[in-house]
């Protein structure tokens, strides 16, 4: 089985990115690829979603997180508390990534602070896995494109789409 990474902006997305996301999930799975991806809000958690709506087999998913759940939940709880996402972010994907784990498709890393080195490691692991990328590079964030450098470097397929937000 091939397997495409999807990635992009955690932040900033719009209803064109979201249906973009969406399609590329749709196209992927009708040709029988897994999808891998990183477990967080914006085009992670788009591309999550649509694999679940279209009821994908667990063979065929793999979201990696930098921590156990149990960590990433806390962080992301806590992230709403300083006012950075809402709750209700938070929670929609808590109980997502709680949907993968019972699915056995949630790989939990290690870390224990959710910080950017947590996050540029789970990255790697991404692109470890991934046989291709599809990547939404909004505005130009760093993240994305160091996703974008280490799948270049890995020699594999790049896919790149654009966008300012």
Do not use: C
């Not at 990635?7 to 999930?25: K, P």
């Not at 992927?28 to 958690?45: E, K, Q, Y």
């Not at 709403?80 to 994907?93: D, F, N, Y």
Request: hydrophobic share 40%; charged share 25%; no cysteine.
């Amino acid at each position: 089985m091939k397997w495409t990474a999807i990635a992009g902006s955690w932040r900033h997305t719009n209803f064109d990115i979201e249906n973009q996301v969406r399609e590329e999930v749709r196209s992927l799975l009708v040709l029988g690829n897994g999808l891998v991806s990183g477990g967080a809000l914006g085009v992670d958690f788009l591309a999550t979603d649509e694999a679940l709506q279209a009821g994908i087999d667990a063979s065929q998913l793999k979201i990696i997180i930098p921590s156990k759940l149990e960590i990433y939940s806390a962080h992301y709880l806590n992230r709403a508390r300083e006012g950075v996402i809402t709750r209700e972010q938070a929670e929609t994907l808590i109980f997502q990534l709680e949907t993968v784990r019972s699915m056995g498709s949630l790989v939990e890393g290690m870390a224990q602070i959710i910080d950017k080195e947590a996050y540029f490691n789970r990255i790697t692991k991404i692109i470890n896995i991934a046989d291709e990328l599809i990547a939404f590079h909004v505005n130009d964030t760093q993240g994305t494109q160091d996703t974008i450098d280490k799948a270049r470097t890995k020699g594999i397929s790049v896919k790149v789409l654009r966008y300012k937000v």
